[in-house]
């Protein structure tokens, strides 16, 4: 089924305290009448008329451009005035159903559209809504009676009617200025449905509704994981970096850096959980001023990387694999050095030991292993 769009977004915004008109306030990076209209559009919508200010007209078509269909109007005083401006400038048969949505309505799920299109096959008109869920009271300052909620539903939108039928409605209404086009419709004698709306359609009023949108319009985050794996030959020395921590010991691994394997396979695990390559690719060997550095450099640097990008750790996990040293009695200093380096606490990091009951490379003792797998949290690509 076919259908055309008015996005009322033309009010003065009187209750939202002070700043830009509702339409244009920003929600989540772009202004709050782009939401709806990107929705209506993404569910098919024909023709998308959009109802604002003789101001924004301009500004309207600029931020829309390239949705099929769009046509943007100049509204009136009222909200009924919008919407009859709206209205005429759509085309199409008059039976064509046209959707009417308020641009304060940002969070617009194109099940709500399906719903009330649907809807519409067995009904004069169809609007989104909700059932009242909370105890009713009349009052003025103190409560004067209860209002029995049974029965109650708040009338939400989109409102969908043939759009003949809704012109109709609205030349022949001789009411007070209308809240919504149920009323107009209603007045005509139409049946219309009730449709399950979306507590998220709440409609920005109050400067504190602003907030509670901003909460649902963060970019969605996810979790991403990496792996890293680094090896050092063992050779001559008196001791060795592992994790952060100097170990005495009766031999040193031999690298270009300290040759801290621990640290090496973690950073390598958090740059791949980021896609963003491997220590060598950020660290060139060939590159002098790398030589001795302490490896914290190296991780500290992903973990820049990863905050630099709204990222952060959720866990760290790493393995070292050797017969000699004992991990065991460092585990903790470890812990808490890669934990410093990073930022974290360290409850988010892991350092594990084993053998290889010396079969292998480690075995033997030629060198020496180490394996950390990276759980992060970006925001949503
Ligand atoms: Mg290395």
Redesign the pocket.
């Known amino acids: 089924m076919t259908f055309s769009a008015v996005i009322v977004a033309a009010g003065a915004s009187l209750r939202a305290g002070p700043g830009e008109p509702k339409p244009w306030r920003d929600l989540g990076g772009r202004p709050v009448l782009a939401w709806s209209a990107r929705a209506l559009s993404a569910a098919g919508a024909r023709r998308l008329a959009v109802v604002t200010t003789a101001d924004r007209m301009e500004a309207a078509r600029t931020l829309l451009a390239g949705l099929p269909g769009l046509v943007v109007v100049e509204g009136g005083a009222l909200r009924s005035l919008s919407v009859r401006a709206g209205l005429a400038a759509l085309d199409g048969a008059p039976e064509e159903p046209v959707l009417i949505h308020d641009a304060a309505r940002p969070f617009l799920e194109s099940a709500v559209i399906a719903r009330v299109l649907a809807a519409l096959k067995g009904a004069d008109g169809a609007i989104a809504a909700l059932p009242v869920p909370d105890s009713l009271k009349r009052g003025d300052g103190q409560i004067i009676g209860s209002v029995d909620r049974e029965g109650l539903w708040r009338a939400q939108t989109p409102q969908a009617f043939p759009r003949g039928a809704l012109l109709a409605a609205f030349q022949a209404w001789s009411g007070p200025e209308p809240t919504d086009e149920a009323a107009v419709m209603e007045a005509a004698g139409a049946r219309i449905a009730l449709v399950p709306g979306d507590p998220r359609l709440f409609k920005l009023t109050w400067p504190e509704d602003f907030a509670m949108a901003e909460s649902l319009a963060r970019p969605a985050r996810e979790v991403r994981m990496g792996q890293g794996i ?3 030959r063992w050779g001559p020395g008196d001791g060795v970096w592992l994790c952060g921590v100097r170990i005495p010991h009766d031999g040193a691994l031999i ?3 300290d ?3 621990g640290l ?2 973690l950073t390598d695990a958090l740059l791949g959980a980021m896609g963003e390559g491997d ?1 060598g690719q950020h660290f060139p060997p060939s590159d002098l001023r790398w030589k001795g550095e302490p ?1 914290a450099t190296f991780l500290a640097h992903a973990g820049a990387l990863l905050a630099a990008r709204g990222g952060r750790i959720l866990s760290l996990d790493l393995t070292l694999v050797c017969e000699r040293p004992k991990v065991a009695p460092y585990r903790e200093a470890m812990r808490q050095a890669v934990a410093g380096i990073l930022g974290i606490d360290v409850s988010r990091v892991s350092i594990k030991a084993t053998t290889t009951e010396g079969m292998g490379y480690t075995g033997r003792q030629e060198g020496l292993l180490a394996q950390a797998v990276a759980a992060v949290e970006l925001p949503a690509a």
Do not use: K, Y
């Open positions: 680094d090896a050092h690298g270009h850096s040759a801290d394997a090496h396979a220590i490896s």
